[in-house]
Antibody, heavy 124, light 111 residues
Framework: QVQLVQSGAEVKKPGASVKVSCQSS????????ISWVRQAPGQGLEWMGW????????VYAQNLQGRVTMTTDTSTSTAYMEVRSLRSDDTAVYYC?????????????????WGQGTLVTVSS | QSVLTQPPSVSGAPGQRVTISCTGS?????????VHWYQQLPGTAPKLLIF???NRPSGVPDRFSGSKSGTSASLAITGLQAEDEAGYYC???????????FGGGTKLTVL
């Protein structure tokens, strides 16, 4: 069965970086992409971006450009999402999801299978 | 403030029909971009409910349906059940932002 398992909770200080992992199993990793979505406490969903597990192409949310990097390791079927220069408003649960193989603006959606979420707390 | 506007809350009694709206503009829903819907039960990850405006993934009951017209989309839930109590989010693409966007979310309460 398809599973996406994320790394554990993190506590970081403002200005630091965090890297969240998302290990996939139960399907051919390079036949899909990985989307990342975050949710601040008590708030709605925020789309962060998408990466192709086939060739590493990325699409990032404009407001995160320059601070976020998404990568994949096909040898371990693992996706990574790094956020740099953390601020208090980056405190959120970060989710990965199995996304489409390629990014088409017409019909892109985040994903059909989701990880369990990783809480990242940014606090001094 | 999301570019896709949803009502903060809706409610209905068991067995009733409820709809959740998602209102956008010409740069997103009103364009050529599809709308998708997610259900999020408390404390859990979102679940894909509708993709491509009106398509249900395998396993999603046909009590859930989606539609799109002009700059708006709607999610309809018929035969409301207690287990439907959750948050619901729409998603589409916005050409002005050059990225995907979510609506602000709607909390469904089953009375």
């Amino acid at each position: 069965q398809v599973q996406l398992v994320q790394s554990g909770a993190e506590v970081k200080k403002p200005g630091a970086s965090v890297k969240v992992s998302c290990q996939s199993s139960g399907y051919t990793f390079t036949s899909y992409g990985i989307s990342w979505v975050r949710q601040a406490p008590g708030q709605g969903l925020e789309w962060m971006g998408w990466i192709s597990a086939y060739n590493g192409n990325t699409v990032y949310a404009q407001n995160l450009q320059g601070r976020v990097t998404m990568t994949t390791d096909t040898s371990t079927s693992t996706a990574y999402m790094e956020v740099r220069s953390l601020r208090s408003d980056d405190t959120a649960v970060y989710y990965c999801a199995r996304g489409p193989y390629y990014f088409s603006s017409k019909n892109y959606y985040s994903g059909d299978y989701w990880g369990q979420g990783t809480l990242v707390t940014v606090s001094s | 403030q999301s570019v896709l506007t949803q009502p903060p809350s809706v409610s209905g009694a068991p067995g009733q029909r409820v709809t959740i709206s998602c209102t956008g503009s010409s740069s997103n829903i009103g364009g050529v971009y599809d709308v998708h819907w997610y259900q999020q039960l408390p404390g859990t990850a979102p679940k894909l409910l509708i993709f491509g405006n009106n398509n249900r993934p395998s396993g999603v009951p046909d009590r859930f349906s989606g539609s799109k017209s002009g700059t708006s989309a709607s999610l309809a839930i018929t035969g409301l059940q207690a287990e439907d109590e959750a948050g619901y989010y729409c998603q589409s693409y916005d050409s002005s932002l050059s990225g995907s966007v979510f609506g602000g979310g709607t909390k469904l309460t089953v009375l």
